[in-house]
């Protein structure tokens, strides 16, 4: 019993720093332009297919593909946010997250009309590496791809604090007007924060390959997942994201060692609810008005 | 008076032109109500009272499990059954309405709570021997049996369903009419103002929740019946949520015949895609995902909030 425990904790901590990423570029999303965004989990998928062929065509290792996807899905993203979003900003909010629906129509069929629906998978030779601490198994790529994930979280932390263009991200989430009013240009900080935010769940979605499938619809549960985290640590605070993944991480895992079948996703979905109706503004955050 | 004769026109056509229809052209039609109901009911508390329900899934399900599992296990008839379950639905869109109004979640965030409540049941009946687990439940169909909701033809599904829209509708306009409706337009407009200005903006939002879930779950059973097989992601599943909403925005949330006019463009468009462009899995919803988007920049008040502005421009 004590195994199965440590084992799940340690499962669900891995998982979590990488929900940790995703849902940073979401919460970071969330903070700049107010919209839930459900193309986010379609975006990482999209990720997950860029380092898929970059590793299939040219042989290139899935770690080394971020430098590739992170780029290219900042520039997606920017575009993304240029094109589809941005000429609706004065439409009322339920209109952008229907576009953010539309666009993960649009992506997820997108791929599966390009790559059909079979599950592909990145076989590398580390693929099925692990170690064991005590009685407890350690997959390393999954610890690679946690490692990453935070690594690449608190960089990010980093550039929102010390950059200009990090403090206009901030300044913009904080207070749009104010940030007008002290002659930020809001609408290129508002695609900037865009991509950033599908940078991060792409470079995600290239750090899971290693260990994941990849398929069309593979984005969807993540998504949910990060919806999940971004509330727990608190819409648009970044570092809570981070932590939020962890405590969703291990939520998870704890309810898949002790539930039977799917019966974990209730124990996420609970605390989901639990956190929205007694905390909304997240467990981290200071409370603001709703 | 204009008006009124269009009206009066479009419900003869609906009600005579069906039985000369080849069958594919009725199951379409079929779908049409199917999701022009959907979006009536949803829109009685996301189009007049603002609070934008991603889960009305939940209300669905509630719906034709409840109807389906009574008519196996005790026989009971679905006509009576959806009764049954709209009233279980209510109760839960009253729960849930409830907790989520009373700690102030609004915008994003209701959306988000009834996103969550919804997938919660789609577990639970995943997860549940006794409701079919994922292998879902089969309404055994004998033929044509009226009092059991069950035909032989696709035409009798098609009465009922224009049926329902058109209660949908007309409770809709009579919510709309009613002090209820004002103070739900007074609360989607601003929820503060509406309560320093008298409105119960708690009793009001839960009692178009009420309405709103009974409703929804009589879609559910509807659905039950006409497929005769229902599982948990096809009536738990976010498809249903979204696919109430979508006809009642792009048709113009708030309005009576928006959600109807919505899912007269809306299904066609998604029918169509799916019927050319079969070879290709996927294809038609990429393509409906794209219409979407372009609806949504091009037509931001819907399609009625459009022929509105065109009629206010001629004058």
Not at chain 1, 106 to 135: C, I, K
Not at chain 1, 195 to 207: D, E, F, K, Q, T
Not at chain 2, 98 to 108: A, D, Q, V
Request: charge should be positive; glycine fraction near 14%; aromatic fraction near 12%.
């Amino acid at each position: 019993m004590t195994w199965l425990f440590s084992q799940a904790v340690v499962s669900g901590l891995l998982l979590g720093g990488v929900y940790g990423l995703v849902a940073s570029g979401l919460s970071l999303i969330f903070g700049v332009l107010r919209i839930i965004n459900f193309a986010h989990g379609a975006v990482m998928m999209l990720g997950m297919y860029t380092s898929y062929w970059l590793f299939v065509l040219l042989g290139l290792d899935p770690y080394l593909s971020i430098l590739v996807t992170g780029p290219l899905f900042f520039g997606i993203g920017v575009l993304i946010q240029r094109i589809v979003i941005e000429p609706n900003r004065a439409a009322a909010e339920h209109n952008q997250l229907l576009l953010t629906l539309g666009l993960a129509l649009f992506f997820e069929n997108l791929a599966l009309v390009l790559w059909q629906g079979d599950f592909r998978t990145v076989r590398v030779a580390y693929s099925g590496a692990s170690f064991m601490v005590s009685d407890v198994l350690v997959e390393v790529p999954r610890l690679i791809a946690a490692g990453g994930a935070v690594l690449i979280a608190l960089a990010l932390w980093a550039f929102l604090r010390m950059t200009d263009a990090g403090k206009a991200i901030r300044a913009l989430s904080e207070e749009a007007e104010g940030a007008m009013l002290v002659g930020i240009d809001v609408s290129r900080i508002r695609g900037v924060a865009f991509g950033i935010g599908s940078a991060c769940v792409a470079v995600a979605g290239a750090l899971v390959t290693p260990f994941f499938y990849v398929a069309p619809d593979v984005g969807e549960s993540f998504n949910i997942m990060a919806f999940v985290v971004v509330v727990l640590g608190g819409m648009g605070n970044f570092l809570g994201a981070l932590l939020g993944g962890f405590i969703v991480g291990l939520a998870e895992s704890l309810g898949a060692a002790f539930l039977p079948g799917s019966l974990k996703q209730l124990v996420v979905f609970g605390l989901f609810v639990i956190v929205l109706l007694l905390r909304p503004e997240g467990l981290f955050g200071a409370r603001r008005g709703r | 008076m204009a008006a009124r004769l269009a009206i009066v026109l479009g419900l003869a056509l609906l009600a005579a032109v069906p039985p000369l229809l080849p069958k594919y052209a009725l199951e379409v039609l079929i779908s049409i109500l199917f999701f022009g109901y959907l979006g009536a009911c949803w829109n009685v508390l996301g189009g007049y009272g603002g609070q934008f329900s991603f889960g009305h899934a939940a209300f669905f399900g509630i719906g034709a499990y409840t109807s389906t599992l009574l008519f196996l296990h005790l026989g009971l008839t679905p006509w009576l059954g959806m009764l049954v379950g709209g009233a279980l639905a209510a109760g839960f869109g009253l729960f849930a309405g409830y907790l989520s109004f009373r700690y102030g979640l609004r915008g994003p965030y209701f959306s988000l709570v009834t996103l969550a409540f919804a997938e919660m049941l789609r577990v639970v009946a995943v997860n549940w021997k006794a409701v079919g687990s994922s292998l879902g439940l089969v309404v055994p169909s004998r033929g044509s049996a009226p009092l059991q909701f069950l035909f032989a033809g696709k035409l009798p599904y098609y009465y009922v369903i224009l049926g329902m829209v058109l209660g949908a509708l007309l409770i809709c306009r009579a919510i709309e009419r009613s002090r209820m409706g004002y103070a739900l337009a007074a609360i989607r407009e601003n929820e503060d103002a509406a309560e320093a200005a008298g409105v119960n903006a708690l009793a009001t939002k839960l009692s178009a929740m009420a309405v709103s879930s009974f409703l929804t779950a009589l879609g559910g059973t509807f659905y039950a019946q006409y497929f005769a097989y229902i599982d948990p992601s096809l009536t738990f599943g976010p498809a249903i949520s979204i696919g109430g909403l979508l006809p009642a925005i792009v048709g113009g949330a708030g309005t009576v015949a928006g959600p109807l006019l919505g899912s007269f463009v809306l299904t066609p468009i998604s029918e169509i895609t799916r019927a050319v462009l079969r070879g290709r899995a996927g294809a038609d919803v990429m393509l409906y995902g794209l219409i979407l988007i372009l609806v949504i920049s091009f037509l931001p008040n819907g399609l009625m909030g459009w022929l509105r502005s065109r009629r206010a421009g001629a004058v």
